[in-house]
C-alpha cells in the first residue's frame, strides 16, 4: 500500500511528469492540509443529499473520527438526517478500492494510464471522436466535474458526456430556461417559513429531504400545506390538503386549477402584463380544462379542484410551490413543471418572500453539475451553438477556440441508444451505477456488454457497474478531498478533506490530472493545480451570467458567511444578504426580460395497464436512510437498521384480498420486462390499482419502462404496468 508523505498539495505545483504516474504518491495526490476551527473541528457540507447541511468533523490525531451538524450554518441551522450523522462510515468500508484493475487485477496508475490512453485513443482513431462518451454524476464537486467536462471535450476531443443529474434534474433545468431564460432556481430556504401556502407536487420533502421539512415546520404564519401525490406519502399525512390523482394526471390537474384561477379573477394582473408572455395564448388553451373534464381525468370531485384552487387564491401573495421527482420523472415531465411556474406567474408569486415556482434538487452537487459539467451545457451556463459563449469561454480557459465543439453532447439515454446502434464504442463512467438505476436495467447491461472499453471511476470495484469495468480506477469519497458543492437554493458550500483516501485511491481531480498528463495535455491543465485554483477559473466563466460568482474571493470567503447563493458579482461582493432569492425586481433572463408562459396538450403514459398487467408501478424513496442505489448507505449498520430488511411492496387492501394476497406474504411482481419478489405491506397509503416499490433495491429497476420526456430527455420512472401474485414457493 502506498503511504502519503509530508509534502502537500499546497506545495505542489509544478508540472506533471512521468515520475508522478508512477509514483503519485510521492506527490502528495492523496492528502490537502486540514483547515481547523478555532474549536479545533473542521466544517464541510454533506456530500448525499441536495439540501446542503453543514457538519462539524470532529478530528483525532488528525483524521475525521465523528460528524455533527453544524448549529451556525443557515442551511440545517443545527440538524441533521440520518445520513449526515453517518457521513463518514461509507470511507471505512472494508470493500474500498484501492488500486486500479484492469479486466480484475489489480495494476499501478502508470499502467492503468497507459491502458486507458491508448483503447480511447485506438477506438478515436477507428471510429471517430463521436465513437467514445463519458457518464458524469451530481455526486463529485464543481472543480471535478469542471475539470472532467473539459479535459474529455476541450483536450481528448470528446463531443458526448452527459450526467447522472439528467435521472433527476434536467426536467427543472429544461423548463426554467424555456420559461425564465436561464436555469435559474428562484428560491431560498427561508421561503418554507414564510408561506401562507406551501404546494408540494410530487414531493417528499418529509422522507427525502428531512431538513428542508424541517424548516417548513418551523413556519410561524401557521401554513396550509398541499400535497398532490398518487399514494399516501409522509409528507401527504401532515398535509391539511391531499390529492390523491391517477398517476401522471397532474399536468391535466395544474391546467385545470388555472382554469378556474382565471374564471375566479385569482390573478395579478400587473404582474402579467408587465413581467410576462403569451399570456392570452395560455389562457385561451386552458379553457378547454373544465372543472368536468379534470375531475374525470384526474380521479379527484369538482368539489376538491375547487377547494385547491380557493386555497391558492386566498394565500395568494404569499404561495410557494415546491416539486421533484414525481414531477421530474415523467413522459410529460417539462411542460408539468412549466406548468406549475405558469400558476406562480399569473398569481404572482415570485420573487417575493414565502413564494416562487421552485425545484427541490436530488443530489448534492446536481446544481454543480448543471452550471460546470459541460455537459449538454457549456461550462457556467453557456450555450455550445453560441459563437460569443465559445470564445467567451475559451479566453477564459486560456484555450484555442477551436478546441471547444460547437455542437452539444447526447442526452444520456441517447448516448446508451447510440451502443446499441454501435455509434457509441467506449464508455467512461464516473461515480454513478446505472446498472443499478438506469430505467429497465436489464437492457442496460445488455448494452454494456457491447462495448469493445468500458471505464469506471469509484470508490467501490464492488457496484453493478464496477464490476462490469474493463478498467477500474479507484477514487477517493467525499471526506478525502476538498472542492465546493451548490445545493438546491443555489448555495455554495466547501467540502473539506478530513481524511486520508485508502491506498492508491486518489480524488477525481487528481485522475483528472495523471489523465491530462498521460494524454499530452499537460500544459492546457498547467493552471488548473488544486480545486481552489480550478475554482478561479470557474469565476472567469461565469462573469456576466446570471450565475456570477466573481464576486467570491476564495474558500475561505464562502466559509465565513455561511455558503453564498449565487450569483455575486465583483460589484457585489461587498455587502450582500445571507439569503437571496431571485427576480425580485419583476425582470428575467430572456431577451425581454419577461417570463413565459409554455403549454402543450397532455399525453397519456407511454405503457398502460391492460389486463395481463393491470395494475401501476410506483417508484420513489423508501426512507430517510436509505439514498439512491445504496452504495453508500449500505455501509453503515445504523442506517440500514433504519431501513426494511427486505423489499416491501405497498398494495391496496382491496387489490390484496382479490388476489388473496395477505400482509406479510411474499408475492411475485412482473412487469413485460422483468419479475421480483417481495413481502406484502397492505395498506391504503396507496390507491386501488397501483403499487409502489422504493428505488433503492436494486431489482426495481429491471422493472421500469424505457420511456424519457421530449424536451428534458429525463427518464420515466414512475409509471409502468405490472401484475402483482402470490408467490408459490
Known amino acids: 500500500m502506498l503511504t502519503l508523505p509530508a509534502l502537500t498539495l ?23 492540509p486540514l483547515r481547523l476551527q478555532p474549536d479545533g473541528t473542521a466544517r464541510s457540507i454533506c456530500g448525499f443529499c441536495s439540501t446542503g447541511c453543514g457538519l462539524k468533523l470532529h478530528l483525532k490525531e488528525g483524521e475525521a473520527i465523528n460528524a455533527t451538524p453544524d448549529p451556525d450554518y443557515p442551511v440545517n441551522l443545527g440538524t441533521a438526517c440520518p445520513k449526515g450523522w453517518e457521513a463518514l462510515t461509507p470511507l471505512d468500508a472494508p470493500d474500498r478500492a484501492t488500486t486500479p484493475l484492469h479486466h480484475g487485477q489489480p495494476i499501478d496508475w502508470s499502467a492503468a494510464m497507459d491502458v486507458f490512453c491508448t483503447r480511447m485513443k485506438e477506438v478515436m482513431a477507428q471510429h471517430g471522436p463521436e465513437s467514445v462518451a463519458f457518464i458524469s454524476t451530481g455526486q ?9 467536462g473539459t479535459l474529455a471535450k476541450f483536450g481528448m476531443g470528446m463531443i458526448h458526456g452527459d450526467g447522472n443529474t439528467r435521472q433527476c434534474m434536467a426536467t427543472a433545468v429544461t423548463a426554467y430556461k424555456e420559461s425564465f431564460g436561464f436555469d435559474a432556481p428562484p428560491f431560498t430556504y427561508g421561503d418554507f417559513e414564510e408561506s401562507d401556502v406551501l404546494v408540494f407536487i410530487g414531493a417528499n420533502p418529509c422522507i427525502a429531504h428531512p431538513i428542508m421539512w424541517q424548516r417548513v415546520l418551523r413556519n410561524p404564519r401557521d401554513p396550509k400545506i398541499i400535497v398532490v401525490d398518487p399514494r399516501t406519502t ?76 380557493d386555497t391558492i387564491r386566498l394565500g395568494t401573495p404569499r404561495v410557494s410551490f415546491w416539486w421533484t421527482m414525481g414531477v421530474n420523472q415523467s413522459h410529460q415531465a417539462t411542460r408539468t413543471a412549466q406548468a406549475i411556474i405558469n ?67 447526447l442526452a444520456y439515454d441517447q448516448i446508451l441508444e447510440g451502443i446499441e446502434t454501435g455509434k ?53 469519497g467525499w471526506g478525502e478531498k476538498e472542492g465546493t458543492f451548490i445545493n438546491s437554493e443555489r448555495r455554495i458550500g466547501v467540502s473539506r478533506q478530513v481524511r486520508k483516501a485508502p491506498g492508491q485511491a486518489l480524488s477525481d481531480l487528481r485522475i483528472y490530472r495523471l489523465i491530462a498528463h498521460a494524454w499530452g ?25 446570471p450565475c456570477d460568482i466573481s464576486g467570491i474571493t476564495d474558500y475561505s470567503m464562502i466559509e465565513n458567511r455561511g455558503g453564498i447563493q449565487w450569483p455575486l458579482s465583483g460589484a457585489a461582493s461587498s455587502s450582500f444578504e445571507t439569503e437571496r432569492r431571485l427576480f425580485s425586481d419583476g425582470l428575467f433572463y430572456t431577451a425581454d426580460q419577461r417570463a413565459r408562459f409554455v403549454f402543450d396538450v397532455p399525453q397519456l403514459p407511454p405503457e398502460l395497464p391492460d389486463s395481463e398487467f393491470p395494475l401501476i408501478l410506483l417508484t420513489g424513496r423508501g426512507t430517510s436512510a436509505q439514498w439512491h442505489t445504496e452504495t453508500r448507505t449500505k455501509k453503515s449498520e445504523v442506517l440500514k437498521k433504519l431501513a426494511p430488511e427486505e423489499l416491501l411492496i405497498e398494495i391496496h387492501p382491496d387489490d390484496a384480498l382479490k388476489l388473496g394476497i395477505r400482509d406479510g406474504d411474499k408475492t411475485v411482481i412482473s412487469s413485460r420486462r422483468a419479475s421480483l419478489i417481495a413481502k406484502a405491506r397492505v395498506s391504503p397509503t396507496v390507491s386501488k390499482g397501483q403499487v409502489f416499490l422504493p428505488m433503492h433495491d436494486a431489482r426495481v429497476n429491471q422493472l421500469t419502462y424505457w420511456a424519457v420526456d421530449p424536451h428534458s430527455r429525463q427518464p420515466s420512472y414512475k409509471h409502468c404496468a405490472v401484475k402483482v401474485s402470490l408467490c408459490e414457493v
Open 10 to 32: 499546497r506545495e505542489w505545483n509544478g508540472p506533471l511528469t512521468a515520475d508522478l504516474v508512477r509514483e503519485p504518491s510521492r506527490f502528495g495526490l492523496g492528502q490537502l
Open 234 to 309: 409522509e409528507t401527504a399525512m401532515a398535509a391539511h390538503q391531499h390529492y390523491a390523482i391517477q398517476p401522471k394526471s397532474d399536468l391535466t390537474l395544474l391546467y385545470g386549477l388555472a382554469h378556474l384561477l382565471i374564471r375566479d379573477n385569482a390573478l395579478d394582473t400587473t404582474f402579467i402584463e408587465e413581467h410576462t408572455a403569451d399570456f392570452e395564448a395560455f389562457s385561451a388553451f386552458i379553457q378547454d380544462y373544465t372543472p368536468a373534464r379534470v375531475s374525470q381525468e384526474t380521479g379527484l370531485s369538482e368539489e376538491q379542484l375547487q377547494c385547491f384552487a
Open 521 to 545: 495535455l499537460g500544459d492546457m491543465f498547467a493552471e488548473w493545480t488544486s480545486p481552489e485554483a480550478v475554482f478561479h477559473i470557474l469565476k472567469r466563466c461565469t462573469e456576466d451570467q
Open 424 to 476: 457509441i464504442r467506449a464508455l467512461w463512467i464516473i461515480a454513478t451505477n446505472p446498472s443499478h438505476s438506469w430505467i429497465n436495467q436489464n437492457r442496460f447491461n445488455e448494452l454494456m456488454g457491447k462495448l469493445d472499453f468500458l471505464v469506471v471511476q469509484d470508490m467501490y470495484a464492488t457496484t453493478e457497474t464496477s464490476r462490469q469495468a474493463h478498467l477500474f480506477l479507484p477514487a477517493a
Open 343 to 409: 400558476l406562480a406567474l399569473m398569481t404572482g408569486n415570485i420573487g417575493k418572500p414565502g413564494t416562487g415556482a421552485n425545484s427541490i434538487t436530488g443530489q448534492c452537487n446536481a446544481m454543480g453539475s448543471r452550471l460546470f459539467s459541460n455537459t449538454t451545457n457549456l461550462i457556467g451556463g453557456h450555450d455550445f451553438k453560441n459563437p460569443l459563449h465559445r470564445a467567451k469561454i475559451a479566453q477564459a480557459l486560456r484555450i484555442p477556440e477551436s478546441q471547444i465543439p460547437d455542437q452539444p453532447s
Open 140 to 148: 463529485i464537486m464543481c472543480e471535478e466535474m469542471a475539470f472532467l
